[in-house]
């Protein structure tokens, strides 16, 4: 039986080095925003560090950083790195990955505040500003193609790929109809602690793409009524009850981080997946996964 494509490419990926950043108009420039892991540098010869980096974005363009040393960390050379975050008008809190593909080649994924990823090259600042009056731009537009669902005292939800690929309703229904027996399994022992069914629960649905390997990012209106002000542990669930996750809930970048990476690996979680995570608990939830 032919195996996902999409699944052998996720498990390559998690082969390779990574490191994320938060970009920030206040430091966008400054050696410490442009300092490279150590834990990440420690994986690399002098020699390769000695190249330039060649940082790809999922739209084909690309740009070339040179590498330099101060006396306590590497960081990227400021030329390149201004050129990058210029040419993608970054500096508000965008999450970007960079994944090293060998040779100091890097793929970058970038993710904007609202936690949607830019797919294309972002229109020019002076174009968005004249934009503003309410004209949406392709790249809204493409967002709301792919528009990440919340739900609380409604039916189940989904995310729909931006390139408009039609769901079977019939199939999903059926499968969501098993999933939901899942998760009454598992929120039924915990109704005393909660005051309340599952029926009632908070929950939220993500379609998992590439960029989701290394963190989640959760959206914003779902950070801002349903997750916890301060770095918090998070007991995630799978469906059949059997086994769970410690993952930390990050509130600076509002993503689960340490441990996400693990859970990815062992549900196991491929690209097309749809993702409903259902709250049990405050710090505690299921996540139950329907396959495209």
């Not at 990926?13 to 108009?25: C, I």
């Not at 400021?78 to 050129?83: A, H, I």
């Not at 899942?182 to 993500?206: N, P």
Request: hydrophobic fraction near 35%; include cysteine.
């Amino acid at each position: 039986m032919a195996r996902n494509a999409d699944y052998l490419r996720c498990k390559e990926e998690r082969k390779n080095e990574s490191f994320f950043k938060v970009v920030q108009s206040i430091n966008v420039s400054s050696e410490n925003m442009r300092a490279l892991p150590h834990d990440f540098v420690r994986s690399f010869s002098d020699k390769e560090l000695s190249r330039k980096m060649k940082i790809r974005a999922q739209w084909g363009s690309s740009w070339e950083v040179g590498i330099s040393k101060n006396p306590r960390f590497y960081f990227m050379e400021k030329s390149g790195w201004e050129k990058f975050v210029r040419d993608n008008a970054l500096g508000n809190s965008e999450f970007i990955t960079f994944t090293h593909k060998g040779k100091m080649h890097f793929t970058v994924n970038i993710f904007k505040q609202d936690g949607k990823e830019m797919m294309q090259p972002p229109k020019s600042r002076t174009f968005l500003a004249s934009s503003s009056s309410g004209i949406k731009t392709e790249q809204e537009e493409d967002d709301m193609k792919e528009e990440v669902v919340v739900s609380s005292n409604r039916g189940p939800t989904t995310a729909a790929e931006s390139n408009g690929r039609k769901l079977n309703l019939g199939n999903k229904s059926a499968k969501e109809s098993q999933n939901s027996k899942r998760t009454e399994k598992v929120a039924k022992a915990r109704r005393d602690y909660t005051g309340a069914s599952s029926s009632t629960a908070a929950e939220f649905t993500i379609l998992f793409k590439q960029g989701y390997l290394i963190f989640l990012r959760i959206p914003n209106y779902v950070a801002k009524d349903h997750m916890t002000d301060e770095k918090t542990i998070f007991k995630i669930h799978h469906s059949n009850g059997k086994k769970s996750w410690n993952v930390v809930y990050l509130v600076r970048f509002g993503a689960f981080s340490g441990g996400w990476r693990r859970l990815v690996k062992e549900y196991p979680l491929v690209v097309g997946d749809t993702c409903k995570f259902t709250f049990i608990k405050p710090d505690e939830l299921l996540l139950v996964v329907s396959k495209p």
